[in-house]
């Protein structure tokens, strides 16, 4: 019975396959639509996912303090307040796993006929995992470098295409400021930051290296910030609030006075971005669906005028024994073959645009079952719902009116 019916609805389709189309082609784009909509922002999504992940976990950064001078406001990490000694205080907290003191600064990079300017930063081997940095090549320096001020680096990915090319860099000597330094190792590719920049661009030193030999300090053990890793994300309130109470007391801050240090939750900050893309992602997808209804609403539109048309076709069915629930169904199952049929081309052409995307414009664009299913589920529903109304309409008709319809 459900066969015939199925063979019946698709001839009725056949004999209008222009209209057929228009109609199908708004399920077909609401469809595509969201599917490509999804993709876009999921993508975004996985990027600042991606951008926390190569941050590293439950991290803290701790800025010195700012400064004025001659009526010019610097802001943080301007005046010279962190100390070595801080860090190692910090390092003693319970729940913190790691502290990692910095010196960042500027050089220009030398190895044979090649150069590169980039930044140099100056920490200890803390540093490698507070920012779960791995090695892919060569080995980090140690503490023996550290208090032996040694000239030795770890460089990153794009430094070494710039100097290197395709030579193994590790042993060889680069010049960082006219001086030699010996490479150790080669950090593993870490991709962009949170606000865009590359964080293979980068050289690490010995932090006494830094400021003994490279950039020099106005204050012997001074460090611009320092990176903290509690050792869990429940722990982090209390390694902040402990942190602040440390630092009070060791730079004998007075009750009501401006604090010469701020201590920054990464993590939240992160987790903040994180869920801005998702937020953007659904509204994306959210948006995208409108015209999922306006598809809905184009198969009503035709299923009324398929039922108006075929008035007297519905009388001779009831007049030699159709019921009411098979006008029903007859009506209902040609509103579920155009919603399928226009959700499988939709899908077709969504997966199909959102991997042109990806191809031609760089994006991140991720394609999920999830995505397809939802979008899916979504329009068949849709082209159910609407079509429920015209075929309802076509089954509660009297025979005998219907057959005087003219």
């Known amino acids: 019975m459900t066969a015939a019916m199925l063979a019946e609805a698709w001839q009725a389709m056949g004999a209008n396959r222009l209209r057929t189309f228009l109609t199908m082609l708004g399920m077909v784009i609401g469809v595509g639509a969201v599917i490509l909509m999804l993709a876009v922002g999921q993508g975004a999504q996985q990027q600042v996912q991606e951008s926390i992940a190569s941050m590293g976990s439950n991290l803290f950064i701790i800025l010195s303090g700012s400064t004025t001078s001659g009526g010019l406001r610097m802001g943080g990490g301007a005046a010279p307040t962190l100390t070595m000694a801080d860090a190692a205080a910090i390092?003693?907290?319970p729940s913190v796993a790691a502290v990692a003191p910095t010196a960042p600064g500027t050089a220009q990079l030398v190895y044979g006929p090649n150069n590169w300017s980039t930044q140099v930063m100056g920490s200890t081997p803390s540093f490698l995992t507070v920012r779960d940095w791995k090695l892919s090549a060569g080995f980090p320096f140690t503490d023996s470098d550290i208090r032996s001020a040694?000239?030795?680096?770890?460089?990153g990915q794009t430094v070494v295409q710039n100097l290197f090319g395709d030579e193994d860099p590790v042993g060889k000597t680069i010049r960082i400021k006219n001086s030699p330094y010996v490479v150790l190792g080669v950090l593993a590719a870490k991709g962009q930051s949170l606000d865009g920049r590359d964080q293979d661009d980068t050289v690490i030193v010995p932090v006494t290296t830094?400021?003994?030999?490279?950039?020099?300090?106005q204050f012997a053990g001074t460090v611009r910030f320092m990176m903290a890793q509690a050792e869990s994300a429940d722990a982090m309130p209390a390694v902040e609030k402990a942190i602040n109470e440390l630092l009070h007391q060791r730079h004998r801050i007075r009750e009501g006075a401006d604090n010469d240090f701020s201590v920054r939750n990464l993590?939240?900050?992160?987790?903040?971005?994180a869920e801005t893309a998702q937020v953007m992602s659904l509204m994306l997808g959210a948006i995208?669906?409108?015209s999922l209804l306006v598809g809905g609403i184009g198969i009503m539109n035709i299923m009324l005028v398929s039922v108006t048309e075929r008035?007297?076709?519905i009388g001779i069915r009831m007049a030699i024994?159709?019921?009411g629930s098979d006008i029903l169904l007859q009506f209902l199952l040609e509103a579920i073959i155009i919603s399928v049929i226009g959700c499988l081309i939709g899908v077709a052409l969504g997966v199909?645009?959102?991997?042109?995307?990806s191809k031609f414009s760089g994006m991140a664009i991720v394609v999920t079952a999830a995505s397809i299913f939802m979008a899916f589920a979504v329009a068949a529903a849709v082209g159910i719902f609407f079509g429920w109304y015209p075929a309802r309409k076509a089954a509660a008709m009297k025979p005998i009116d219907a057959l005087r319809y003219q």
């Open 91 to 93: 390092e003693e907290l």
């Open 150 to 155: 040694t000239r030795v680096c770890l460089l």
């Open 210 to 217: 830094a400021l003994r030999k490279l950039f020099g300090s």
């Open 267 to 273: 993590t939240a900050l992160a987790n903040t971005a």
């Open 288 to 290: 995208a669906s409108v």
């Open 311 to 313: 008035t007297r076709e």
């Open 321 to 323: 024994g159709a019921r």
């Open 352 to 357: 199909g645009g959102a991997l042109l995307v």
